[in-house]
């Protein structure tokens, strides 16, 4: 009988946008994390101006500009959000937040 008299609201749109803004910027903030470890690790290096890429396993390089307003982003979304909601997660629980953006 619960089955069929259980009811549940649907989310309005103000919810929905909210944890598609968050779902987003948990997306988003990733890859400036990757390309971090790689700029400190050695693997990326900081150039002012485009240059064709290099041989396979080379450095590869990021424009400085791009470099610098990437941190500033990742900076604010780190204040806004907090560090402990933007991972690392394992590819089981980006898998689940890629496909909750997509479903919203």
């Known amino acids: 009988m619960f089955e069929h008299s259980w009811t ?12 598609e803004d ?15 470890r790689k700029y400190r690790g050695g693997t990326e290096i900081l150039m002012d101006e485009d240059i064709p890429p290099g041989p396979a396993g080379s450095a590869r390089t990021i424009r400085r500009d791009i470099w610098t307003g990437a941190m ?20 089981c629980e980006w898998g689940m937040i890629n496909g909750k953006l997509s479903a919203l």
């Open 72 to 91: 500033k982003a990742a900076e604010r979304v780190e204040r806004e959000r907090g560090k402990e909601n933007l991972g690392p997660w394992s590819d």
């Open 8 to 19: 549940q609201e649907p989310r309005g749109l103000t919810d929905i946008l909210a944890a």
């Open 22 to 36: 968050l779902l987003f910027d948990q997306v988003w903030y990733n890859p400036a994390l990757v390309i971090t």
